[in-house]
């Protein structure tokens, strides 16, 4: 066992002779029992640091003597006072034993047991224990298996004899890392939780399915994948895409559903915490381009130290390093050779990235700028110096003796030199400056896409490169891998300079790329990059596009929708676009026919939401889907349908208050939802982890400790629990994979295709219904969340489609 068990075991030992020296003590209260007593086999015996620990927690009208655990609590002690005893039949001697028994010692103590039971059950706190110092009996207050909890078994020490001798089996079962591991819940045998009922989705043949595609459908997609995404990638219009569509970042969203202020500081808890404010600075100010940075390309390569671009994913730090080589700082750059290596599109691993670096580099040199670094007499002119060397030393007679063997010799030098790639790099990179006066740039670009050991590798070989190379090395990282390894990994050696880079306005993202699109698409119907002759005839696409254009213009509703699902992800919000255009779930036909027939169409947001939920696919698949499913459950308990929304409007609500930069600490999540709703830890665990994973919350802990404990609202988790979850189109498309715990309700719900339209109001109607009845035991809590008002919304949806319908029949 570890080193703490040992410890603790001492402990324990020391325990038991300090009351056998004071068994004049034998009268203690309650109170001088838990302090000279349990607080010592709490702290010193059992490893729980009294941070973990909250005397006297209140909850409705009754108190806990300890409540135990972090974040969330896991250990509820009752306290008895020394003269409270248990006796055990003669002759027991086993380690456990029911509830009952120990019912029949003492009605003192039936009266403690059931006491830490009901707090239990009314906090969500698995295991309860009633001590008086000298006797100890632990059990499952909380179960999710049926039984009740007092006809259930529990763990015994009737001496603290008996926890020495037994201390193994104490430790395991109720040290602070016995309790992490639920070992006492295997010790008394409790059935784990009841799973919940099967999603809808296990009775659909074939689930999640392929959305067909018509023609008109298969030939839009290809061509809009082309004019949105593909089109950055075209370098023969590059600087022409980067005059016109180029957004610069840190611009506030007019449309976002969290505060400018929360906006305004997204990564200010992280310079904090870092203590090095003054060395991160925003790649752009009210001003334009920060003048740092313009000073630093210069500088960097006499500085020796990379220059780290630091953005979260997608907010666009590869089109701001394009925009700033060629555009934003073309006058100093301007003769530059820039080397550019893309581990986005690159293989997912390479065994040696430094020669793998170095073969990009040298293929780039040729291919961008004609320079062969193996050309003979480019060879030769990188190493004059040494070939002069070489023509002094000892076989200089061989010049006029034997020239032949003069050459071989002089070539086998050369070779040695070439040979070894890396360093050949570095000395030609030397001779271009010199011999050129250019500047060299190398940007090692989306390393932010690779696993964090990748990152850490590739800042060590940025670093040797800033070290040895005669140039200015650009690192694109996320925030939460360079804070991370700044704490304990690679960087923690370093002083790297730090720029930032927020999200541009997505609005006048969208409308910019499309917009460009649209003018190639007018222009000749090709792009430079085209095979001569070949030019795209789509007057489709050009009218779709331009629906989507004048939609996004005129239709704030559409835009706030895209706006708030990318949290700040342009590379997501174009790919929001892609997926609409030509999607199966989109009336394409329709949509053109409506245009040609009035001049106009402007795409509703629920058109828009099913191409984004449900992507390729039939039915919403949480994992192929960027949207989340609120009603989600772990647990065959019907509020588990709102814990996630709770969560996530608890977090935004305590985040208004402008401490912490809207970061809320966990325990306040699990306070909420544990302590005042009773819910278990494995559930708020799993609501909080959904919501990560689908970025509604951001986490704020950068620092070395491996969980994360500071969460704060992302425009998608406010959008979410806002608008979405009282939206029919999102509530439809959720159904398949909520599991119901309602048999009757279950067994009546539908699982019909998603063309009839009559079956899926119907069954939305009462899946309403159902989380209404659900609702019922949350809504005298005065919650923040209140399902009741998006009942109502969703209601009104239904009879609003109903009426259009019968509208639409006359």
Partial sequence: MSGDFESSQKAIDELRRWTDANLSSENRNEATTRLHLIDRLLFECLGWDREDCSA??????????????????????????????????????????????????????????????????????????????????????????????????CVVFSSLADMQTRFRDLWC??????????????????????????????????????????????ELQILGGLFIEDITKAPEIETDFLEECYCPSGALSQYAF????????????????????????PVRTKAGLSGDLTKDILAASMSRRPIIVLGDVGVGKTAFLRHLIKLDAKDILDKAIVLYVDFGKEPAFAEDLSTFIVNKASNQLLADYNIDIENRNFVHGVYRSDLDRFGRGIYSDLRQQDPALYNQKELEVLDQKVSDR??????????????????????????????????????????????????????SLRPDTFFQSRSRGALTAYQPRVFTVSPPRVDLVIVKRLQFALAQLEGTGRLKTFPTGLILQ??????????????????????????????????QALGFLTAYVGSGHVDTKKILTALAMTGEYIIPVHEFLRAVIFGDHIYY??????????????????REHFLLPIVATHIERIGQSGIEQGFVDIAQIYQLCQE????????????????????????????????????????????????????????????????????????????????????????????????????????DYGLTFNWKEHSESLENSVLRIRALRMRGRK
């Fill in 56 to 153: 006297e927690d209140r909850f409705n009208g009754t108190y806990t003597d300890y409540s135990i655990g972090r974040p969330g609590r896991k250990l509820i002690v009752e306290a008895k006072k020394q003269g409270i005893y248990f006796e055990l039949p003669p002759g027991f001697n086993r380690p456990s034993c029911s509830i009952r028994t120990i019912f029949e010692s003492s009605r003192e103590i039936e009266a403690a047991i059931k006491q830490a039971i009901s707090y239990c059950q009314e906090r969500g706190v698995a295991v309860g224990c009633v001590c008086n110092g000298h006797q100890l009996i632990a059990f499952i207050g909380s179960r999710q298996d049926g039984i009740p909890p007092t006809e259930g078994r």
């Fill in 422 to 475: 890396p360093l050949h790099l570095l000395a030609s990179l030397n001779h271009i400056i010199k011999s050129q006066k250019r500047q060299l740039v190398i940007i090692l670009d989306n390393v932010d896409q690779r696993p964090p050991a990748f990152q850490e590798r590739i800042f060590l070989i940025g670093e040797s490169l800033a070290e040895s190379w005669p140039g200015t090395i650009f690192i």
């Fill in 621 to 638: 698949d949480p994992s192929a889907s960027s949207t989340v499913n609120m009603f989600d459950i772990s647990l065959p308990d019907g």
């Fill in 258 to 281: 969290i505060s400018k202020e929360i906006l305004k500081t997204r990564y200010s808890i992280l310079f904090q915490q870092e203590g090095e404010i003054s060395s991160f600075s």
């Fill in 173 to 218: 079962d109720l040290s602070k890392p016995g309790i992490a591991t639920s070992h006492i819940i295997n010790t008394l045998k409790a059935e784990p939780a009841l799973p919940p009922p099967e999603k809808l989705s296990k009775r659909i043949i074939n689930y999640p399915g392929f959305k067909n595609r018509n023609a008109l459908q298969t």
């Fill in 538 to 571: 789509s007057q489709t696409l050009r009218d779709y596009m331009k629906v989507i254009l004048h939609s996004f213009q005129t239709n704030p509703d559409l835009m706030a929708l895209v706006d708030n699902l990318c949290g700040g992800n342009v590379r």
């Fill in 676 to 779: 005042k709703l009773g819910f278990l830890p494995s559930q708020i665990r799993y609501a909080i982890n959904r919501a990560k994973e689908k970025r509604l919350v951001e986490t704020g802990n950068q620092s070395a400790e491996p969980i994360d404990d500071k969460y704060r609202i992302t425009t998608i988790g406010a959008y979410s629990t806002r608008k979405l979850i009282g939206d029919f189109t999102y509530v439809d498309a959720m159904l398949v994979d909520t599991p119901i715990v309602d048999d009757e309700i279950r067994r009546s719900i539908s699982a019909s295709p998603d063309s009839d339209i009559e079956v899926r109001l119907v069954r939305v109607d009462l899946f309403r219904q159902y989380l209404n009845k659900q609702w019922e035991t949350l809504a």
